[in-house]
């Protein structure tokens, strides 16, 4: 069975001479789906399990992992000497449910046993969830074993397979680096970043909404602004030019475009936040929830999926279209003094939260080794 190496107690009646038996067991081979991930990477155990390289897709550019080419029966079966389970993450999109059905049917035929973490019960990256929905239901079926972020999410899949995930919390992404703290500036800043306007992001109702929640506090006395990030490129351009009408000439709000921040970027620009402002009309889970965390910068969402399950007690709601909510939701978020960038009490909290999040992740990772080492001790013992 995969694992770590192995040292041999002394036997207490054992000889000067005698040698102590080392027994090394080669870490676990993982064909994640996809392997280059900042999530992959952060839940992986770099000294007990080894991810296998992505197959690049033909024809695709260098660093393109998808479509995956380890969900492909062929793959498989030309590749199962190389790994010893299979851990799906994302990119389930690129198959259809009945081809998914045949990765599976591979998968058994071969003894590998398959993983599945339950990121997205609605896929981010799709407007119409049917087809979505049956390929979640069929690796959930197959699956040896369930990964779910939050408990909320955990009950969700239950109800939707009648299987019960495992809870693992999403670790932090960051590395063990200095972090972010923001700069003082003179008004509270609530930031949005729509980047490409995917389609699970609702860019103008959620600009319209902060526009009014904007004017709403300022016409109160409040120093309060917004900013209003896009990325240069979107895929809807029509949104991007209702975003610039409903900004101009607003008194507090100001949009910008720009190329696709770098993560060095993204998290220097959302620690000058006093809060992140969340645009999603569907989802399941947030990474940019997490880095917010990381930073101390609170977040304000809508209750959509399992997000205000992922940090609670730094989750504060509002209703899209509702700007009274979110003008109340900003005082709410923007209350405390740990989050007011660059203050000591935002460089403490950052700090405290940094190690929080190390022992956190060391034990996200200690507890995907366990369930690999659990389900290919079952797949041995079948």
Not at 83 to 93: C, K, S, T
């Amino acid at each position: 069975m995969p694992g770590d190496a192995v040292r041999a107690p002394p036997c207490p009646h054992a000889r000067g001479g005698e040698k102590i038996v080392v027994t090394t067991v080669p870490p676990v081979r993982v064909a994640a789906v996809p392997s280059a991930h900042p999530y992959v990477a952060a839940v992986t155990d770099p000294e007990h399990v080894r991810l296998l390289v992505d197959p690049p897709p033909p024809g695709a550019p260098a660093g393109q992992w998808w479509p995956p080419q380890v969900l492909l029966p062929a793959w498989l079966r030309e590749n199962a000497a190389d790994f010893d389970l299979v851990h799906v993450h994302f990119g389930i999109e690129s198959y259809r449910p009945d081809e998914l059905v045949e990765t599976v049917a591979m998968l058994r035929s071969l003894g590998r046993p398959l993983v599945y973490t339950v990121h997205d019960l609605e896929n981010p990256q799709l407007t119409d969830q049917t087809a979505h929905r049956a390929s979640v239901a069929v690796l959930a079926a197959a699956a040896d074993a369930l990964i779910a972020l939050t408990d909320t999410a955990a009950a969700e899949v239950h109800g939707l397979t009648g299987r019960t995930p495992e809870v693992i919390a999403h670790p932090t992404l960051l590395d063990d680096g200095v972090r972010p703290v923001g700069t003082r500036h003179d008004a509270v800043r609530i930031g949005v970043h729509l980047r490409d306007l995917r389609p699970n992001i609702d860019g103008v109702g959620t600009t319209a909404t902060l526009v009014r929640a904007i004017a709403d506090l300022r016409s109160q006395g409040a120093r309060v602004e917004g900013v209003v990030r896009l990325n240069e490129n979107v895929r809807d351009a029509e949104a991007a030019a209702s975003i610039d009408l409903l900004a101009r000439d607003t008194d507090g709000i100001r949009v910008e475009r720009g190329p696709r921040l770098d993560d060095d970027e993204l998290a220097a620009w959302l620690a000058d936040l006093d809060a992140c402002l969340l645009p999603y009309r569907h989802g399941t889970q947030s990474g940019w929830a997490e880095l917010c965390h990381d930073l101390a910068v609170p977040v304000i969402g809508t209750r959509i999926g399992h997000i205000a399950a992922q940090h609670p007690a730094h989750f504060h709601t509002f209703g899209l279209g509702d700007p009274v909510s979110l003008a109340r939701a900003i005082l709410d978020a923007t209350d405390p003094a740990s989050s007011i960038p660059g203050s000591p009490q935002r460089a403490a909290e950052v700090d405290r939260r940094r190690q929080d999040r190390t022992a956190e992740r060391d034990a996200v990772r200690a507890a995907h080794l366990d369930l690999y080492r659990a389900v290919l001790s079952t797949e041995a013992a079948a």
